[in-house]
């Protein structure tokens, strides 16, 4: 059964799949060499600021993975009014589960691209002595930050169903509006706290907040 999930997963998301994975690979050396040829690749200062710039993408193309694969499911049952899953012998919990293990299987292929990326990135890269590479390192915290992602926007989606869209935007202009009150109001360190309390160890999204550096010290 889970064989089957997987499958049918796999082909539905197969192009945005292959489109992830060729990022995954390929931009950190695209990154790494447009930013080496505008900075001295000798100093340790000016590499671990390419770096940072590298670790924001690893960052962006998480979340984006996650919630793709998260949603595009859910939303392709919802355009069939959900017949496909209701017609299956089993519960629907378990086709839930099922099908939320067959999306974290997927993160596999962009993170395993993510590793071999970094690998070829610092292989044909200058190192200054004193840094290392990581690429190991990267692609756990890829992995954990994508798992992260995939798992709040699974829920967010089978929650609000239909709505999740709507419920997302509502969330974002929330936080906004929160934001306004709060500096009105003279508390203009109450969402910096909430911020923080959410990234910061152990906070449920610290993953985000981690040192995303393929060279580092």
Known sequence: MFGQVLYTQWKW?????????????LVPTVIIRIGYSQVDAYSI??????????GAFFGVLALVCAFGLAWRPYIIDASLR?????????P?????RLRFLAGATLLLAPTIAVWLGGVLA???????????????????????????????????????????????????FAVILIALASNLLGY????????????????PFSI???RWMLIDV
């Open 82 to 90: 959900h017949v496909g899953p209701l017609s299956l012998p089993v």
């Open 92 to 96: 629907w919990a378990t086709f839930v």
């Open 122 to 172: 610092t292989a044909t890269t200058v190192i200054p002595p004193t840094l290392h590479a990581y690429p190991g390192g990267v692609a756990l915290r890829f992995l954990f930050a994508a798992m992260v992602a995939y798992a709040a926007g699974f829920l967010l989606q089978y929650v609000a169903g239909k709505h999740a869209v709507r419920v997302a935007i509502g969330l974002f």
């Open 188 to 203: 203009d360190n109450l969402l910096l706290k909430a911020w923080d309390l959410l990234t910061t160890w152990p906070g």
């Open 13 to 25: 998301a197969r192009t945005e799949l292959f489109l992830y994975v060729l990022a995954a690979f």
């Open 45 to 54: 200062s000016n590499v671990l600021g390419v770096m940072g710039f590298a």
């Open 208 to 210: 985000f907040n981690a």
